[in-house]
Structure formats: C-alpha cells, structure tokens
C-alpha cells in the first residue's frame, strides 16, 4: 500500500439552495443543496472542479449543525474522477467535514481521505472565481491498492 499525503484549499463558486423547511423548533432541513468548488492544489490528482451535494441540519440561531452527502471530484487533465462521500458538523457557521472517496478512470486504484476546515477569513491567495461564497483548507492522503 502506498500513501501520499496532500494539502489543498477550496473556494466554494456556486451555491444551488436545494429544498428548505424550517422544523417546529426553528430547525433549518436543507436537502440537497449543491456546490460548485474549484479545488487548487500541487497535488494534480485533486486540482479541479468539486461538486458537493449535501444534506444540512443547522440551528440558525446558534450556528451549529450537521451535514451528510456525496461529492464528485474532477481534477483537471486527468481521465478519471473521485466518487466519495462526506460527514460533518457546522459550528459557529462554520463547516469541518471527513470525506472519502474511490478513484475512477486512471485514478481506479486509489482511495481519497480528506478533511475539509471552513475558514473565516478571506485567504491571501486572489480567489479563482469572481464571487466566492465561501473559502476551505484540505489536508489527506491518496492511497494505492496494491
């Protein structure tokens, strides 16, 4: 088995709201929402175009929840994508997620572990897109199965 280990961020581009209801206690149920994020990364195995679908519990008034969905990873110039999964919570608005995920294409053999950190201060790096919705760290590993 071999591992690489990768560091990577993410801004989140495009936002498509998904189906909202407000339960008795306030609690906001999103269903899924999906996101449009350009991955930047020297890792070129993860470089590219990540599109999240989730589903959200939030508690508006104090900024906590969870979320659960899938996410589809394309890295640019390659032939083959990563199909995963992520679990997370939101705390004072703010998203930490796990994700794993299997390769497809040339990236078959391989299996994709990340955490994912919302950041809420603008990185220093110019953003990729023209109106950033929001901004993320990556950190993980690519493993081969042998």
Do not use: H
């Not at 083959?80 to 919570?89: N, P, Q, T």
């Amino acid at each position: 088995m071999t591992l690489s280990t990768f560091t990577a961020s993410a801004t989140t581009c495009e936002v498509v709201p998904g189906d909202e209801q407000v339960g008795e206690e306030g609690q906001l149920r999103i269903r899924g929402r999906r996101f449009t994020d350009l991955v930047q990364s020297s890792e070129p195995l993860l470089a590219g175009v990540n599109r999240p679908v989730l589903d959200i519990e939030l508690d508006p008034a104090t900024g906590r929840g969870q979320l659960k969905g899938v996410f589809v990873l394309q890295p640019d110039g390659v032939s083959g994508r990563w199909d995963g999964e992520l679990l997370g919570r939101i705390e004072k608005g703010l998203v930490t997620a796990s994700g794993l995920a299997r390769g497809t294409g040339d990236l078959e053999s391989l299996i994709l572990y990340s955490e994912f950190r919302q950041t809420a201060d603008r990185p220093a790096i110019s953003p990729p897109c023209r109106d950033p919705q929001a901004f993320f760290e990556m950190e993980g590993v690519i493993q081969r199965e042998d």
